[in-house]
């Protein structure tokens, strides 16, 4: 479940906006998340992000892809009615099934990993999108902390300003992610 | 983000008489193999000794000098592509390239010496008994076969001179047009490496079965060629940084030639699977005479031994990003792939030299690890020579910095 209160650092140096997440979150205080116009090498691991497990999703759609190839060939050519194809044995060798073996396990794992990461970062067609600043996806850098769950504001504040946050504002969504001030 | 003060310094690998005595006692044994191997089959009906013999040394020479010829390639993609990560580590394939002119020698002098024991065409009665070969001779022919080899070879050898004396300028002058000259000039290596590599491919490895042919197979050759230089120059790099040199090299280096590693493995069972499949599926006698070969009780272990070793292996080995980054999972992956491409270049060489003959002793082995002692001598030399790394290059800090992200 989204938060619904949030302070916001706002700054204009992904210099800046790294060295306040690692300030942050040595002081023990949750980053929720930051939004940059492009990636900033090490931000995610300062912030104390996980490791995406997406590389194991995408693992298992390669594997299903695999295994469904195999069963529609098995079934189609070997199994419900074997097809002669200039005279070639219809055992079901695997040296025939390998080119749509191959272009199914990537066509699965493709897709499947694209849909995957779409879902969970709420990528959907239609979804409003929940800014905090129209210029995150442009010049700015936000650094957002969850104001309910963290009770020391004046502390958080005092970081935010000591690292170069050239504002700090304090937003609201209501439950459908739209910004309410 | 976090190192951004970084000392880009000049290192100098020592190249001390301790890791000599072990390259030198490498070829040592590898010689002693050989001679143990050519007394204990001397004499034997059939010229299965001269066979053996050459076939072997052929089949080595030529894996060294492809895996030399990676380096200048690898050099080569990477000024063309105007890659950066790769500057902290150029000077590995830039020394593997040294290895070109002796790699060279020892193919012709296994061609003057041995050629009528592994190529059947260069023997006069059966060029002109056979008249499928006769329509293939103004290509098999020793004169083409020596012009040809000195002068691809000889090209190659000046791309990888000029690509390290241009670097080697750069790092005192500090230039950024040599950088660029280097770019051009490697576009001009690339168009000249593509065209001639399938030739090359084809005199020293398809005219073993003079008869067969099949046109993937200088894409075959590349795929040994990239993989097992890709592997080679990641294993240069781990000994380095075992000896606490290339500081700047981080375990994101490691990470991308792990990658390469990985990927081109499968782009190697790829092409391993384009040439098998149309060849099985077409059945046309005179192609499918090579795999039958391969496939008999003599191969036959060795022939699905191949995909498992270069194929299952390296794609379990390597497939985790931790596995990627870690040394002693890389050397695994580096011995799997370097062993298997052998069985590979086996089954490419043997059942046409020697037939059913062919069995894997110490005959076998020891030109391989004689020659493999030679290029590691040369190369660790060359990189003796200079600075480790290229501080001149213009995306040494960008190299220095590389990460991957997640």
């Known amino acids: ?30 980053i929720y998340d930051c939004y940059t116009p492009f990636a900033v090498h090490g931000l995610e691991k300062t912030m104390g992000i996980e490791r995406t ?41 695997l040296v025939t099934f390998v080119p749509v073996c191959f272009e199914c ?15 969970k970062s ?48 304090t937003k609201s969504f209501d439950k459908n992610h739209s910004l309410i001030q | 983000m976090e190192h951004h003060h970084i000392e880009i310094t000049e290192e100098r690998f020592d190249f001390n008489s301790k890791t000599k005595n072990f390259v030198f006692m490498l070829i040592a ?38 895996i030399s010829l990676c380096g200048t390639v690898f050099i080569g993609i990477n000024y063309l592509s105007n890659a950066g990560w790769s500057a902290a580590i150029k000077r590995v394939p830039e020394a593997m390239g040294q290895y070109l002119p002796i790699g060279v020698l020892t193919l012709l002098t296994i061609f003057f010496v041995g050629k009528e024991y592994v190529f059947e065409w260069s023997i006069p009665e059966v060029m002109n008994n056979d008249s499928l070969l006769q329509g293939k001779s103004s290509f098999l022919n020793t004169t083409f076969f020596i012009g040809g080899s000195i002068v691809f070879f000889g090209l190659y050898y000046f791309f990888t001179r000029y690509f390290r004396r241009l670097s080697i300028k750069e790092d005192k002058e500090k230039d950024v047009k040599i950088y660029h000259t280097n770019r051009r000039v490697a576009g001009g290596f690339m168009a000249i490496f593509g065209f001639t590599f399938p030739v090359i491919s084809w005199m020293w490895m398809m005219s073993i079965d003079p008869h067969w042919f099949s046109t993937i197979y200088s894409i075959y050759n590349f795929a040994i060629l990239w993989v097992c230089g890709i592997t080679t120059i990641c294993m240069f790099v781990l000994f380095l940084k075992g000896r606490g040199y290339l500081k700047i090299v981080t375990e ?15 782009f190697w069972t790829y092409i391993w699977v384009s040439q098998y499949l149309l060849i099985w599926y077409a059945n ?51 011995i799997v792939i370097i062993g298997g491409h052998w069985n590979d270049l086996y089954l490419m060489v043997m059942p046409g030299v020697a037939g059913e003959e062919a069995t894997i002793g110490l005959i076998e ?42």
Not at chain 1, 137 to 164: M, P, V, W, Y
Not at chain 2, 257 to 266: N, Q, R
Not at chain 2, 374 to 389: C, D, E, H, P
């Open chain 1, 1 to 30: 479940m989204k938060p619904t209160n949030f302070i916001a650092g706002v700054f204009e140096d992904p210099e800046l906006i790294y060295r306040a997440a690692k300030k942050m979150n040595k002081s023990g205080v949750k």
């Open chain 1, 53 to 93: 497990r997406l590389s194991i999703a995408a693992f298992i759609y390669g594997c299903t892809g695999f295994t469904l190839a195999v069963i529609l060939q098995w079934f189609t050519s070997y199994m419900d009615w074997q097809i002669n194809i200039g005279g070639k044995p219809n055992t079901p060798v």
């Open chain 1, 105 to 119: 396990t990537v066509l699965c794992t493709a897709l499947g990993t694209i849909m995957t990461f779409w879902i």
């Open chain 1, 122 to 169: 709420k990528m959907f067609h239609g979804v409003k999108p929940d800014l905090f600043d129209d210029r995150q996806t442009s010049d700015l850098f936000i650094l957002a902390i969850d104001a309910d769950s963290n009770k020391n504001h004046d502390a958080i504040n005092q970081i935010l300003r000591e690292n170069g946050a050239i504002d700090i504002r």
């Open chain 2, 29 to 66: 044994l590898g010689l002693v193999c050989t001679l143990a191997g050519v007394f204990m089959l001397k004499g034997e009906a059939g010229n299965i000794m001269e066979k053996r013999f050459w076939g072997s040394m052929l089949m080595a020479g030529y894996y060294t000098t492809l």
């Open chain 2, 252 to 266: 994101e280096h490691l990470h991308d030639l792990g990658k390469m590693m990985f990927a081109f493995s499968i």
């Open chain 2, 284 to 334: 046309l006698p005179e192609e499918a005479i090579y795999y039958t070969e391969r496939k008999g009780i003599d191969f036959g272990f060795q022939f699905w031994f191949n995909l498992i070793i270069n194929f299952l292996a390296p794609l379990l080995i390597l497939m985790t990003k931790n596995a990627k980054r870690k040394r002693n999972t890389l050397i695994t992956a580096g």
């Open chain 2, 365 to 406: 082995i020891g030109p391989t690890i004689f020659f493999f002692g030679i290029f590691i001598y040369v190369t660790l030399a060359s990189l003796a020579k200079q600075s480790l790394i290229a501080v001149g290059h213009p995306y040494i800090k960008e190299s220095a910095l590389h990460e991957i992200t997640p």
